[in-house]
């Protein structure tokens, strides 16, 4: 989260973005690193192989292709919910045109919050039911 935060804040004023696509970037940057991580740990925990010969069989075990599907679902979902308000934003910007109003903004948004809570602690609360039901 560190790096990401770091690689927007410096990208931001190097690419001069307006303060609008400075915080959406922002925001998503932390809501998907944020969700990604609890993606990995949640399935990480919930397909635990605690003895395995090769480190490499884990990612292609059925827990590390759930994984790498989720967060993709994820992303491209994110990708597809925002690209809509900030293409209404630019291109209002670009013509010098009122926008339109806030409502489909807020409310693509809106489902990115929900999406990202539900990434994060649905994922952490199965896996620490799954290591919970182990005896390790």
């Known amino acids: 989260l560190a790096l990401a935060l770091v690689l927007v804040g410096l990208s931001i004023p190097i690419l ?48 590390g292709f759930i994984y790498m599907g989720l967060s993709m679902f994820y992303i491209v979902l994110v990708l597809f919910l925002e690209a809509q308000p900030v293409r209404i934003y630019y291109w209002a910007m670009m013509f010098r045109r009122e926008l339109p109003g806030w409502g489909p903004a807020i409310i693509a948004f809106s489902i990115v919050a929900l999406l990202t809570a539900i990434c994060i602690i649905i994922p952490i609360k199965w896996g620490a039911r799954m290591l919970e039901k182990r005896e390790l």
């Open 16 to 63: 001069d973005v307006d303060f609008f696509m400075g915080v959406v970037a922002t925001a998503t940057m932390v809501a998907m690193t944020l969700a990604v991580s609890a993606l990995a740990v949640g399935c990480g925990a919930g397909f635990a192989r605690f003895h395995i010969a090769n480190p490499e069989e884990i990612i292609t075990s059925p827990g």
